[in-house]
Every structure is written in C-alpha cells, then in structure tokens.
C-alpha cells in the first residue's frame, strides 16, 4: 500500500486540523537533577512513562534540554561507555583550556557550552504500538556538562495517535 492510498489529504487541507487527522500533540517536562561535569542520566523509562501516560499508540517523541551547557543522546548505559565519552569530551573541549567564554563570565565552564555545542540540545526517537524504537542496548540520556550541579528540564513533546 502506498503513502497515498494511507492517507488521503482532505479538500481544504490548510484548514484541517491535526486534531481531524487523529493527531495529538503533548507537551510534558522531564525533571533530573544532575551534578555536573559530564554526568550522564538515563531518562529512558521516564519518557516511556510518559507515553503510556498520554495514552499514545504511534508517533514520535521530540526531547529538548533547556540551557546552554547539556545536550541529549542515546547510547548504552554502562560505566565503560560513560567513562569513554566523558573521555572522549575531555579531548574535542578540554575543561583546562582557555575560553573566551571566561574572559567574559569568569564562571570557568566555557568547555561546558562547547561540549553540548557538539552534542546538541535535542533529538526525536519514534514510538510504534506504546513502544520506543530503541535498540536492545540503547537508552535515552541528559549529558550535564557544567561544572556544578544542575536541576534541568528537558522539554517533551509527543506526537502521535
């Protein structure tokens, strides 16, 4: 069956709303609090949590960290891989290095917003039948890589029917 034959846009589909095609769009937050340089928390069973919760069948699920010094990503949850990528960081955005950034905060987390820079803020992971279409190894996570503790939100937004 084609994409066509799936769905069939209506005369004036300018003027239908999502709402007339089946589609919801929820908005939640995900709260974690983190302690900073570069740790890593699995937000995987909160964000099924709540696609159960919003009673969703099939969609994506779109994941925005507020702020500038975290990003967002998947990856296996284990010490070793954790430890690699804090590595990793330490040798593309070295915590000891010079940034402009400080000469004009003084707050000495200018490799902070290079690393999430590199990591990025955001990412969409779909849902088929309640589920993420994640790998068997692969969970969500929040890098925190300022250099204190955080509370941080991460902004939720379901799409689907």
């Known amino acids: 069956m084609s994409i066509t034959e799936k769905w069939q846009p209506t005369r004036n589909w300018h003027e ?13 937050t995900i709260t974690v609090n983190t302690r900073g340089n570069n740790d890593v928390q699995d937000i995987t069973s909160k964000l099924n949590d709540l696609i159960t919760s919003a009673n969703l069948h099939n969609g ?13 990503t998947t990856l296996e949850f284990e010490p070793g891989v954790i430890e690699d990528l ?29 690393r999430a820079a590199l990591l990025g803020p955001s990412i969409v992971i779909p849902f088929v ?3 993420l279409t994640l790998g068997t190894w692969q969970q969500v996570v929040v890098v925190d890589f300022d250099n204190r503790a955080r509370q941080r939100e991460i902004v939720v937004q379901l799409m689907g029917n």
């Open 16 to 28: 239908a709303s999502p709402r007339s095609w089946g589609l919801q769009v929820i908005s939640r």
């Open 60 to 72: 994506t699920a779109t994941l925005f960290v507020q702020g500038s010094t975290a990003g967002l």
């Open 86 to 114: 804090g590595e990793m960081f330490e040798l593309m955005a070295p915590s000891q290095k010079k940034y402009k950034h400080e000469a004009r905060w003084h707050d000495g987390n200018g490799h902070s917003h290079v």
């Open 129 to 131: 039948e309640g589920e």
